[in-house]
Nanobody, 124 residues
Framework: QVQLVESGGGLVQPGGSLRLSCAAS????????MAWYRQAPGKQRELVAA???????NYADSVKGRFTMSRDGATNTLLLQMNSLKPEDTAVYSC??????????????????WGQGTQVTVSA
């Protein structure tokens, strides 16, 4: 079982910055897929940023140029640096990872894990 614990959320003024962390109980370089999602009240969960095992990243159009996803192998932590924050960025942010494992018969099985989320509030 992979445990994920998010931290770094809080209240920030528009234009400010926050760095979210997702501590994983696994070597993050062994992960097939890593992502940050967010969900605001009454809204669908939205993919914010994703990273493949090789480090390739993708971002939602709404956060491109403002958010940066990275990983710290020394601490097995996924990071989301959020700059130029806007009120519409307010949401619960969660990290998600996917582990690929062989079933021993030539097939690959994927297991997805989620953190509990951390609240980000952008308000003056």
């Amino acid at each position: 079982q992979v445990q994920l614990v998010e931290s770094g959320g809080g209240l920030v003024q528009p234009g400010g910055s926050l760095r979210l962390s997702c501590a994983a109980s696994i070597n993050i370089f062994s992960l097939y897929y890593m992502a940050w999602y967010r969900q605001a009240p009454g809204k669908q969960r939205e993919l914010v940023a994703a990273m493949r095992s090789g480090g390739t990243t993708n971002y939602a159009d709404s956060v491109k140029g403002r958010f940066t996803m990275s990983r710290d192998g020394a601490t097995n932590t996924l990071l989301l640096q959020m700059n130029s924050l806007k009120p519409e960025d307010t949401a619960v942010y969660s990290c998600s990872v996917e582990v690929a494992q062989s079933d021993g018969e030539g097939d690959t099985e994927y297991y997805e894990y989620w953190g509990q989320g951390t609240q980000v509030t952008v308000s003056a």
